[in-house]
């Protein structure tokens, strides 16, 4: 246990920058597991494409660099994703907000709602290969379904809890009803629709790995899983490892950045007193 | 007037009724659309095909092995991952240098976690239940790993403090202030990490199974059953949506309500 009560240790601490020194033990982190994994490599002496080490993984992925595969793969992975999410969560809101507006429409539409949002895509892509055979429109319509769902759960939920109070006041002051649906519905429904997109977006995340291994021709889950047919386990690696710096990535650059102005311009701002 | 009692039971038995009518819509039309529409069963099957074959396989007893057995694995699945990384979890987090220097790691290893880990499962598994079962556990491993860690982080220091000015024991620290404090967010993590090791366990068995409710419903595509496909993807809704409600929101509830840690 450290002794972070003693007030010298403190000032001992914030001199050498307690900021770096964080740093460098989570730079260390990282190294202490690529070091231990080739060590290990070197131990246990498995065939390389049974257990391949940092150097075979890092070969492949020169190769993989060099025979212009990686970059291609990753664009079309990416760009699959993007369309999916943005055309799935334009749909969710929309339905959403159409549903949610009418007391009467969630009543009816909710339940089956959340049925369909419990059968996960992963589930859907027999049915969609069976419908549009192996490829890019399976994929597609898959993280449609996937990004879709959250977002219109949740916009549903967010719309349904906007205070009455609220529109009635704005309504009592003259407001039209498409400026009671912008200036009041929208904004109080924002957070709960950004929890739905990132839900969404993670699924989505996970879905198109997936689909990519069943339905695709290219892309980052087709490198993953062909490495593994053919016995060339460093590229599977590499496709793992691309996939959770390109998952890091839009959280990082994308989700949590929307996800902070949301909050501060519209989240939370009546319930924390 | 006796108008509390009605607002009180009606809205409950209205919005039931209300819930039902796509339900009975959507059964009205398959149960017409064949009849009208030229739709090949292949790409939509009739009612009667769909029950037909669930009748022979719920006879035959196939259904209910492929769901024990998905069930089972995922039950494994969850208990190994658990185990292994809550105590871990706690481990690292009640020591902030550790903390630091794994954060990371299981930040990175939590990202790829779930279904991007079966392609390796199969070479070093095999196609079968140890591929299955261990990408399931290392799914719920990394996504809970990750809770347990944050869980306890977000205990405030000033209770760590509070307690070992008041004498307090680092066993009394770890049962009666760490374990309670961070309960609330494991349990949330235990929820989440079951939502992507039930994506897990259905893709897993689709790619690497030899039986299980995903098996069957992958292997139908290859003989176009799409009776089998559609009643697989039924299956699966309903089994997701009583685990989480069943079992998890209650147990949220409960702790929620026990420990008294309601966010917001």
Redesign the interface.
Known sequence: ??T??IPAAAAKRSFRSPKNA?RI??????L??VVAWQISVWVIDLPP??YPGPSNVFDAFIELVERGILPPYIGDSVGRYALGVFCGTSIGVLIGLLIGLSR?MS??????I???Y??????????F???WGYGIKTIIVALVYVAAFPVLYNTLIGVRTVPTVLINASKSLGATNLQVLVNVILPSALPNIFTGFRIGAG?AF??L??AE??AAQTGV?YL??E???S?Q?DR??V???T???M??VI?RAYLSPVEKITIERWG?VS??K | MNESTTVLARPFF??WM??????GV?LAVWMVAPAVADIPP??FPTMASVLKSTGKHLADGSLVFNVASSLGRLAIGFVIGNTIAIPLGIAIA????IA??????L???Q??A???????A???FGIGDGAVIFVIANTIFFSNIYNTVLGVRSIP?VLF?AA??HGAS?KQILFDLVIPGALTQILVGMRTSM??G??AL??GE??AGTSGI?YI??E??QW?Q?EI??R???I???L??VM?RLIFRVLEDRTVQRWGMIQ?
């Open positions: 246990m450290t972070e009560a964080k033990r989570q730079l260390g982190g990282i202490a597991v494409y049974f009467l009543a009816v539409l909710a339940p089956t959340n049925f369909f419990s059968i996960v895509e992963v589930a859907w892509i027999p049915l290969v069976i419908w699924f996970r879905g790995i997936f291994m069943i889950g993953i899983f490495g593994a047919n016995q386990t599977t690696i496709g793992m490892i996939i959770g710096l998952w890091l959280d939370l319930d924390s | 209205r919005r209300l819930g039902l009518i796509p339900l959507a292949f790409m009640t020591n902030t240098k630091d220097v794994f954060q990371p790691v930040t990175f290893m990202s790829i779930g279904i991007a880990w079966v392609p390796l199969i070479i070093w220091p403090k070992r000015s680092e939502a992507f039930w994506r259905v893709g689709m790619l995903g419903t992958i139908a595509v176009y799409t496909i559609l697989g993807m039924i699966i809704g309903v997701w949506l989480d917001n």
